[in-house]
């Protein structure tokens, strides 16, 4: 895929190329540099007649900046997370996660993540032209050959003239972030209030694992559907499901998927054994070898059908103690041999780190709390620790905590919008992924350029306020542009620290 990407990435450059030294382009009052083509959308910009940044945008850019150092160099005093386990952070720590990049860091949605980073980058440069008093020539996009980002031309050369007011050239330095910020708060204002406040759960017990080649999977049933009915009588817990499905010969099941409801007949049927659904990481099931759809069909000698046999079964072992579980796989017999973990609570009973189900229905369910998912989500932001779970939120599972970047898998399918909106089904949701998407990259993005690092709006904030204290102590200029370098050092150094020292080595890249 990297080949044809690489091939099509130079064919697309020539063209741009091409295009260029032919006039094709300055005909149409497009700029090529490269593999880029810059796309004004609006020109010769006014300035607004009613809006004035002023020191309300450079209020909002100090208070970033701080903020964002904070986090960043005394984050763990200030913000503490929980620590995280060796074994869960070698799983998902790859570099790219480490970008906020959509198809490069993989808790990023492609669509989701193009549009919210899109949405910030034009807002972030329409904040520079709306406090550049006019002098903003062109505003618009930049394709490589997809949209990659924006650009305001402003006429800097009449910004940073000596002569010109410091006042001046600071507003637009802040502009851009003071943008970003308004539209991150608009954004996740509708998002956690009236758009979280719209949505009702449809049920509580969601498909988890459909076994290969069952019934059910033939019906069309998948991960992550909602039941919410057993034979037209509400279903409350998956107990409950499992109680009808073993005395009944045939099961009418009322589900949800992508935000309609259908009803499946199903006929119980019992394998050998009961399945294994998950396995935790460093504990025996997973050293052994265990994994999804496996069977167990007896420890030692004693034969498991069902739940209660398994659990009585390990209710007498202890930590230490050896055993062997006689296992199908895909239709082959075979056996294993462990010896039993401490469990995570403190309890005396030996652990295998290990979920299982009667998949009589041919798919296993786990219980989920919608409403409680939806208040304690909604109150996020209430609370000292909100600000900070809500920027990291997509990539949150990194320590532990449940991630949320967007109503996708079960969530999809574990709410729908109330009232008169009902009708809109999962429109209801795309709009509410966008809404969040938008807030969440426009606050990265003023985070981002509020950092303290050459070139970037808060190096030139900076340099800014330098050049004022160096002119009033009589100190040269150049003096300022030697600490700006020497933080952006600072800065970037103690951010690679954090990635390479801090979890890249941890999780197995050493």
Known sequence: MWLELAVAFSAWTLLVVA??????????????????????????????????????????????????????????????????????????????????????????????????LLVALFVHELGHAFASEGKTRALGIVFAPIPIGAFADVDEQYFFDENRPRFTRTKLICAGVAANLLVALLAFFIFFVPVLGGLEVTGNVSVDYVVPGSHAEKLGIVNGMIITRVDDIPLDNASQLLAYAKNSSSVKLTMVKDGKTENQWITPGKERGIMVVDTAPAYPARYAGLKRGVRITNIGNITVNTLSEFINYMNTTHPGQMISLGLLDNGTERNVTLILANPPENISKGWLGIVVSEDILGFSTFEVDGNSFLNT?????????????????????????????????????????????????????????????IGWMNIQIALFNSLPIYKLDGGLFLKEALDYFCEKLGLKKNISVIIVKFVTVIVIGYFLYIIFSKVLWQSGYQ
């Open 19 to 116: 295009l260029k030294k032919t006039g094709i382009l300055d005909r149409f009052g497009v700029r090529g540099y490269g593999p880029f083509i810059l796309c004004p959308i609006f020109k010769n910009i006014p300035a607004p007649k009613k809006v004035n940044f002023g020191w309300f945008s450079i209020l909002f850019f100090v208070l970033t900046m701080i903020f964002y150092l904070l986090l960043i160099f005394a984050g763990s005093y200030f913000f503490p997370l929980p620590s995280v386990p060796f074994h869960h952070v070698a799983t998902v720590t790859p570099v790219g996660n480490f970008l906020l990049i959509p198809m490069i860091n993989e808790f990023i949605p492609v669509w989701l993540g193009w549009i919210g």
């Open 377 to 437: 989500f909604k109150n996020v932001v209430l609370k000292p620790r909100g600000i900070q779970y809500l920027l990291i939120a997509p990539m949150a599972s990194l320590i532990e905590l449940p991630g949320f970047s967007g109503f996708n898998g079960v969530l999809k399918n574990l709410f729908q919008p109330a009232g008169i909106l009902k009708f809109t089904g999962s429109w209801y949701l795309s709009f509410a992924d966008i809404l969040f998407w």
